[in-house]
């Protein structure tokens, strides 16, 4: 029974961790979140395909994004870009999300996400 509790205890701890940001290797370097739209630029090169649009910005005081009329409307877009970067032979596709120029987030998959 105690040995059940402490596995439980330890998955507990687990599932509570955050998870560990992603970074992309790149000729001897390596591009992180946080990181500059020019900085990734100069340490990976020009990505293999790029998209860019702009998305709603969150309303005020909530954590939620405004609907797109509103948004539109009232409260400017915020630019976000994705890069897909292909690795080579062996390696998952890397899409780099970028908004306002900051790398926000640094995905891996089979395809572009």
């Not at 599932?15 to 591009?31: K, V």
């Not at 292909?86 to 996400?113: K, M």
Request: proline share 7%; hydrophobic share 40%.
């Amino acid at each position: 029974m105690n040995a059940m509790i402490s596995l439980l205890a330890v998955a507990a701890l687990a599932s509570g961790t955050p998870g560990q940001a992603e970074s992309l290797r790149c000729n001897g370097a390596s591009a992180a979140e946080g990181d500059s739209r020019v900085s990734v630029l100069y340490k990976c090169g020009k990505p293999l395909l790029a998209d860019s649009f702009c998305a709603p910005v969150a309303v005020a005081g909530t954590l939620y994004p405004g609907p797109t009329v509103i948004a539109g409307a009232y409260v400017p877009c915020q630019m976000v870009e994705e890069w897909v970067y292909d690795r080579g032979p062996g390696h998952l596709v890397a899409t780099v999300r970028l908004r306002s120029g900051v790398v926000q987030s640094i995905r891996y998959g089979r395809r572009p996400q």
